[in-house]
């Protein structure tokens, strides 16, 4: 019996990092190991990962010894880091998030990046809508980096958006959230000058190339489209803003490098609108800039 077992044995510090790498090293590298272990020090345990060296055999509390021994099985079955932190950081705000919500992603970053360029000398209050919000990590960034901006934050179900709100008050800010789905943008009457949108765009088939950590903890239902329909929340937005974004207003999207070609062929065929595309940092097409002429 180890003493990750006995309740009646001390854990230290140094201990609790050797269990992590024994108990992981078939599953991540020395790495990636000592890096999640660090987070769980700083993110669950309150301890300074710097106490590793400084402080290698302080004594854990029962309580901390539990939340080793929680945090290991959960790596054990490749959850997620953040969802077992319950938290992340995205550009300069920090996020709860649960498995009710997509994990957000670096490319996500620079689309709000993006954003923030564009309208870094705005001096007037413009209305902004981001369509599938998630945990609000594109909608708060605007409002956060960009106070002018009037943000509202839609998603189709309540407990998504109640999440929106705690981190809107966990970061002191202050944006609007509507329970709607994209599905019925025909029925949504709301004029904006701004759209924002990182909708699901990843067909089933495409299952096979992805992380087993992604497909068993993400919510599907914001990560998959229909095969057969893969623009089908794009084709929704974009028909909302023929009727609901101001002339000279702007939809950014985030999409899947595969459908790049098919989805401008679909925004031209509106015929009022200009498209800018952007690399993400891996150099693949994954932003879009619409233009309402």
Not at 45 to 54: E, K, R, V, W, Y
Not at 61 to 77: R, S
Not at 213 to 240: K, S
Request: aromatic share 10%; with cysteine.
């Amino acid at each position: 019996m180890s003493c990750m077992d006995d309740k009646n044995v001390v854990m230290r510090l140094i201990e609790a990092r050797d269990a992590y790498r024994n108990r992981l090293a078939n599953v991540f590298s020395t790495n990636e190991i000592d890096f999640y272990f660090k987070s769980v020090l700083r993110g669950c345990l309150d301890i300074d990962p710097l106490d590793l060296a400084l402080k290698p055999n302080l004594e854990l509390l029962p309580f901390q010894q539990d939340m080793i021994n929680d945090t290991l099985e959960a790596f054990l079955e490749e959850k997620p880091l953040q969802y077992i932190l319950g938290e992340i950081h995205f550009r300069n705000i920090a996020l709860h998030v649960n498995p009710l919500v997509l994990i957000p992603r670096p490319e996500t970053e620079e689309l709000v990046e993006w954003i923030i360029e564009d309208y870094k000398d705005l001096s007037r209050e413009i209305s902004v809508v981001d369509f599938g919000t998630g945990s609000g990590c594109i909608a708060l960034t605007l409002k956060k980096e960009q106070p002018f901006f009037s943000v509202c934050a839609v998603d189709l179900d309540k407990p998504i958006l109640d999440l929106v709100q705690e981190n809107a008050q966990k970061n002191k800010l202050q944006i609007a959230t509507l329970q709607f789905d994209i599905i019925e943008l025909d029925q949504l009457d709301l004029e904006v000058e701004l759209i924002v949108s990182n909708p699901p765009y990843i067909c089933p088939s495409e299952k096979k190339e992805m992380k087993k950590n992604v497909l068993e903890y993400e919510p599907h239902q914001a990560l998959f489209v229909p095969e057969n329909d893969p623009l089908l929340f794009y084709r929704h937005i974009l028909n909302f803003a023929s009727r609901q974004l101001k002339p000279k207003g702007k939809i950014y999207f985030e999409i899947n490098p595969r459908y790049v070609v098919d989805l401008e062929y679909l925004i031209l065929s509106f015929s009022d609108y200009r498209v800018t595309k952007r690399l993400d940092i891996f150099g693949k097409t994954r932003m879009l800039r619409i233009e309402k002429q």
